[in-house]
């Protein structure tokens, strides 16, 4: 009788879980979905107002203008992208915002709902507008690809058992918040960092790369911009890199994104 229970219980935690799975909208993958969009964006906006009090914002006024500038291009360009496929209401709730903070770390994340933040840390590896424009089309199509939702899923499975996001904030605040932060890199000193799966990069770079082209950045200043990301030797990888695992495979793959990409880019 134990064992019969059992048997069905794990059946209708698997029943559950496929119901959970929803398409990728952009790509038509299957992905785990224990969080509902509107869930995924209020505690989006509370968290990145939470850090931006926390941080101290970039005074550098040009810089700042840089990431503001290129993070509207690429907003425009994904709208553009969803609408021409017919996915506007994917967008739905966004708020998007672009901001600088003044840190060493070489780091860059984007929150669902478009809040953007990049880490002073990392202009020296962007180098111009281009590379800006290659971390900010990563991260931006990280967002509306809604890995966060699916990463968010997999780590409530793994720590909560399953449990919604609605009920874990209830129950569980704060250990919710600190699975939240380490989803996105931040303050990575309260434990390890998720990094995204090599699926989710895959899916961020295709993505990326178009949304800059339609930007109107050359797409194939991504190759250099992963060279130097993966030559900064030294004791501790930048911060991005612990997110964002790269290899070798990493730029053949995106060389091999790039006659697709060249379709969207108009000079
Ligand atoms: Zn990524």
């Known amino acids: 009788m134990k064992k019969l229970q059992t048997g069905s219980f794990v059946f209708l935690i698997a029943a559950f879980l496929f119901q959970a799975c929803s398409l990728v909208p952009l790509t038509g993958r299957r992905q785990l979905s224990l969080v509902s969009d509107s869930e995924m964006l209020s505690m989006s906006a509370g968290q990145y107002d939470q850090f931006k009090k926390e941080n101290k914002m970039s005074s550098d006024s ?12 690429i907003q425009n360009a994904v709208t553009t992208y969803f609408a021409g ?9 966004f708020a998007w915002e672009f901001n600088l903070v003044e840190n060493k770390e070489a780091n860059a994340w984007c929150m669902p709902g478009g809040k953007v933040m990049v880490y002073s840390g990392i202009l020296p590896f962007t180098q111009n507008d281009t590379g800006l424009a290659v971390v ?7 967002a509306v690809a809604k890995h966060s939702n699916e990463r968010m899923s997999q780590a409530l499975v793994a720590q909560l058992g399953g449990m919604g996001l609605g009920l874990a904030l209830k129950q569980e605040t704060q250990k919710t918040q600190q699975i939240w932060m380490t989803l996105f890199g931040v303050g990575v000193q309260l434990g390890a960092v998720l990094p995204y799966n090599r699926l989710q990069e895959a899916e961020a770079d295709r993505l990326g790369l178009i949304f800059m082209a339609m930007a109107g950045y050359d797409p194939n200043a991504a190759i250099g911009f ?15 890199l612990s997110t964002h695992p790269s290899d070798k495979n990493r730029i053949q793959k995106i060389r091999s994104y790039m006659p697709e990409a060249m379709k969207y880019y108009k000079k």
């Open 62 to 73: 040009g810089e700042t203008n840089e990431v503001k500038r290129v993070g509207r291009n």
């Open 85 to 93: 496929h017919k996915m506007s209401q994917e967008l739905n709730g």
């Open 136 to 142: 900010m089309g990563h991260e931006i199509a990280h």
């Open 226 to 240: 992963w060279q130097r990301m993966s030559q900064s030797g030294g004791a501790k990888p930048p911060e991005f």
